[in-house]
T-cell receptor
Framework: AQTVTQSQPEMSVQEAETVTLSCTYD???????LFWYKQPPSRQMILVIR??????QNATENRFSVNFQKAAKSFSLKISDSQLGDAAMYFC????????????FGTGTRLKVLA | DTGVSQDPRHKITKRGQNVTFRCDPI?????LYWYRQTLGQGPEFLTY????????KSRLLSDRFSAERPKGSFSTLEIQRTEQGDSAMYLC?????????????FGPGTRLLVL
């Protein structure tokens, strides 16, 4: 069975600085998807960024980028030029390319942005 | 595209009572998922519908839980004889199937407190 681990329960970053959130996973599959979702307080989860395992190039979405290390089974999220609106819980998720496409989530990292 | 909606947003009930939650997915999404999120944890998969067919149920879904999706549109999740351990956020997500890489869109969740 696949597992996702987020070892940082909480992180803090100064506004305008850069922060990296860590995620590791375990799977025997060779093809899969990885996601970072953001869950602001009392609001719904929204997709931040997605990575296909068969793509070697790291995904980037504006200030958000990932460092995908397939052999190490590592998938970290880098947030550049942090903004107050980035404060939220961030969840790393794994999804197989077969079956029901359900997500397997990590336990989350709470990001605080300091003004 | 009005997003995934869930009702109610909050529910407080006494132990032993039955509760029912509703999820309205995005209109063209025929895949629907229920997840449960307890405090300090990431969401955990409960069940999956493809149109009106319930194709997968997690072992977390005890016999006190039942989910339906009549006509492949909205879905309901019922918990009978609630227990304090059922207190959690119940999340609904939907996706379309045009492409393999389609992601799930989450609703705001229903927060259940069992007293």
């Amino acid at each position: 069975a696949q597992t996702v681990t987020q070892s940082q329960p909480e992180m803090s970053v100064q506004e305008a600085e850069t922060v990296t959130l860590s995620c590791t996973y375990d799977t025997s599959e060779s093809d899969y998807y990885l996601f970072w979702y953001k869950q602001p307080p009392s609001r719904q989860m929204i997709l931040v960024i997605r990575q296909e395992a068969y793509k070697q190039q790291n995904a980037t979405e504006n200030r958000f980028s990932v460092n995908f290390q397939k052999a190490a089974k590592s998938f970290s999220l880098k947030i550049s030029d942090s903004q107050l609106g980035d404060a939220a819980m961030y969840f790393c998720a794994y999804r197989s390319t077969s079956g029901t496409y359900k997500y397997i989530f990590g336990t989350g990292t709470r990001l605080k942005v300091l003004a | 595209d009005t997003g995934v909606s869930q009702d109610p947003r909050h529910k407080i009930t006494k132990r032993g009572q039955n509760v029912t939650f509703r999820c309205d997915p995005i209109s063209e999404h025929n895949r629907l998922y229920w997840y449960r999120q307890t405090l300090g944890q990431g969401p955990e998969f409960l069940t999956y519908f493809q149109n009106e067919a319930q194709l997968e149920k997690s072992r977390l879904l005890s016999d006190r839980f039942s989910a339906e999706r009549p006509k492949g549109s909205f879905s309901t999740l019922e918990i009978q004889r609630t227990e304090q351990g059922d207190s959690a956020m119940y999340l609904c997500a939907s996706r379309r199937v045009r492409e393999d890489q389609e992601t799930q869109y989450f609703g705001p969740g229903t927060r259940l407190l069992v007293l």
